[in-house]
């Protein structure tokens, strides 16, 4: 069973940027699609980005052109470059596969968007 550790989250004024990195206790090689999600104040969970393992990438029209997700198959790691950041976009973040696997999540990492 794969384990996700998410990290890079922090606070951050609205426009600015944070990369947030996953990194798996095992190999996602095999994994087709890795996903990142996000839990805002009293809402839920929700998928913001997927990067399939061909390469091949997709976003939640709310982040759309905003956020970049990468994966590298070697390193075992799933990022989120996130830019031009919105008071909305402060949630709690998780790696977890697309669908995701209930065993898998971690704690996750706090984005907080604010001036």
């Known amino acids: 069973q794969v384990q996700f550790v998410e990290s890079g989250g922090g606070l951050v004024q609205p426009g600015g940027s944070l990369r947030l990195s996953c990194a798996a206790s095992?190999?996602?090689?095999?994994?087709?699609?890795m996903g990142w999600y996000r839990q805002g104040p009293g809402k839920q969970r929700e998928l913001v980005a997927v990067?399939?393992?061909?390469?091949?990438?997709n976003y939640a029209d709310s982040v759309k052109g905003r956020f970049t997700v990468s994966r590298d198959n070697a390193k075992n790691t799933v990022d989120l470059q996130m830019n031009s950041l919105k008071h909305e976009d402060t949630a709690v973040y998780y790696c977890?596969?697309?669908?995701?696997?209930?065993?898998?999540w971690g704690q996750g990492t706090q984005v907080t968007v604010s001036s």
């Open positions: 977890n596969s697309s669908p995701p696997r209930g065993g898998y």
């Open positions: 095992g190999s996602i090689s095999s994994i087709y699609a």
């Open positions: 990067a399939i393992r061909g390469g091949s990438t």
